[in-house]
């Protein structure tokens, strides 16, 4: 989407956001806004569908009459073929626009939205999608007191947040085009802003997520496994340390945001499991970073990459996570490349963080790149941003390899051996600024010249003061 209507549907999205503002904090609104445009992408995806089933019998599939014989035939063959294609189906009167531009006059729109998002929920019953459906739109309590002290009000705050989102046309038609995802970056980029100091946990800044997708494809004209895909998900909520959902997988690409240095258990018993037991130690409860890193090469492919953003502390930190990361270098030899990125990029946190990049099968297994790339990027407002040149420069000095003065280096195994394993960038990559030598007669002349002139406004001061008949605050000059 161009810069232009982007704009336009930030615009319209945060005056949906401070139609509910008043209401709730940023964490409860998020769940109302992003579930009802879901709603919205939903009822416009069935109907773009049902328009072409029926575009034969020059029928629009929002006109359809389901009270009469034909109507209902009409709409029993479009259910089948959504749900067979789609993995869901809306009757024609629970469309999103059908509701929306009813809502003003409609006494009983809550009761109506609560109807249609269990029936939305309900027709992938018996489907491949039934799993992927459940308890979809549980996060909406319509019903909310939060939203309206009476259920009037209640009806008149949400018929206002659909008639906003009922403007924006989600060009569901044109491919190329991603309203939907537009709508959803930027609101959870928004949100993010205003959670606090967890956010950059569930939200990875747009330009950080090009590079690790790049990263991770570089080379690569298809891969076969992903973990954190895009498509054909298999999502399981559980804890990815204590509670693994898919060790059996290996993954050709992994890309990954982790907490930063969360708790966890440390329980002795992970060094019986594969994923823990060859390096010997665990990671601090404190500093869960190396376990999620340690889980994560247990699921890599021998030939894949894999992509992981941290905090700095993994490059240094002693103890168990040095012993973890010498590993990794020394025995292993999976490290390929460390990034260093700005600080304040991730919302929540003015922290930098990096990038590790492992690989199992590495192409330069005689060393490894770091790139220094703090300092490259454009400030907005509170926030850092990585500019597409800045994306630009760390992907191409990451595919060349190159040492560049104050930006990257290629350090020998031998190098960062002789470095203890530490991996801190300032040790790799030198960003020392020299300063200007200073000229200590010139500055000695210009002392004296600031003197001599403060020495005659002093004198003329005192000459004023006599005249006046009032004393000189500076004494009498000539003692």
Not at 5 to 31: C, H, S, V, Y
Not at 106 to 132: Q, Y
Request: some cysteine.
């Amino acid at each position: 989407m161009s810069d232009d209507p982007k704009k336009q549907l930030q615009t319209q999205l945060w005056n949906i956001a401070n139609e509910l503002r008043g209401n709730m904090d940023a964490g409860q609104f998020r769940d109302y806004i992003l579930g009802f445009i879901f709603y919205k992408y939903l009822s416009e995806k069935v109907e773009l569908y049902a328009n072409d089933l029926l575009e034969a019998d020059g029928v629009k599939y929002s006109e359809i009459n389901e009270t009469t014989d034909k109507g209902a035939k009409m709409v029993s063959a479009v259910k089948q073929a959504a749900i067979d294609t789609l993995g869901y189906f809306l009757k024609p009167g629970e469309l999103f626009h059908q509701i929306a531009i009813n809502s003003p006059t409609s006494n009983n729109l809550i009761e109506e939205l609560e109807r249609i998002l269990n029936n939305i929920e309900h027709s992938t019953m018996g489907a491949d999608s039934e799993d992927d459906f459940d308890k979809l739109f549980s996060e909406i309590d319509i019903n909310a007191a939060k939203l309206g002290r009476t259920v009037a009000d209640r009806n008149k705050l949400i018929s206002k947040v659909l008639l906003h989102l009922d403007k924006i046309d989600f060009k569901l038609e044109d491919a190329k085009v991603d309203v939907l995802g537009d709508a959803y970056e930027y609101l959870i980029g928004q949100f993010a802003a205003g959670a606090g100091k967890k956010a950059g946990e569930f939200y990875t800044p747009q330009e950080v997520s090009e590079v690790l997708a790049s990263i991770v494809t570089d080379g690569k004209k298809r891969l076969k496994s992903v973990y954190d895909p895009f498509d054909r998900f298999d999502i399981k909520q559980e804890d990815t340390l204590e509670h693994p959902q898919h060790l059996e997988h290996r993954f050709e690409a992994i890309v990954a945001n982790p907490p930063f240095s969360a708790n966890w258990s440390a329980d002795p018993h992970h060094l019986q499991e594969d994923r823990f037991s060859q390096y010997g130690k665990l990671a601090p409860k404190s500093k869960a970073d190396y376990a999620f890193i340690q889980h994560m090469i247990y699921q890599l492919d021998d030939n894949g990459t894999m992509a992981v953003v941290m905090p700095h502390g993994v490059l240094f930190r002693g103890a168990a996570e040095g012993h973890i990361r010498e590993f990794l270098i020394r025995e292993k030899n999976y490290l390929d490349a460390v990034i260093g990125l700005p600080a304040n990029l991730f919302y929540g946190t003015s922290i930098p963080a990096c990038i590790l990049v492992f690989k199992k099968c590495r192409e330069h297994p005689n060393d490894v790149l770091f790139i220094d790339a703090s300092k490259h990027f454009e400030k907005v407002s509170n926030q850092n941003h990585l500019r597409p040149e800045d994306i630009e420069k760390i992907i191409q000095t990451y595919q060349s390899r190159q040492n560049e003065d104050k930006y990257s280096h290629v350090a020998k195994l031998e190098e960062i051996k002789e470095n203890d394993y530490n991996l801190n960038i300032p040790r790799y990559v030198d960003t020392f600024e020299e300063e200007e030598s200073i000229n200590l007669a010139e500055v000695t002349a210009e002392i004296q010249k600031i003197t001599s002139q403060e020495s005659e406004i002093d004198t003329k001061i005192a000459k004023f003061t006599k005249e006046l008949g009032i004393d000189s605050p500076f004494g009498d000059l000539n003692d």
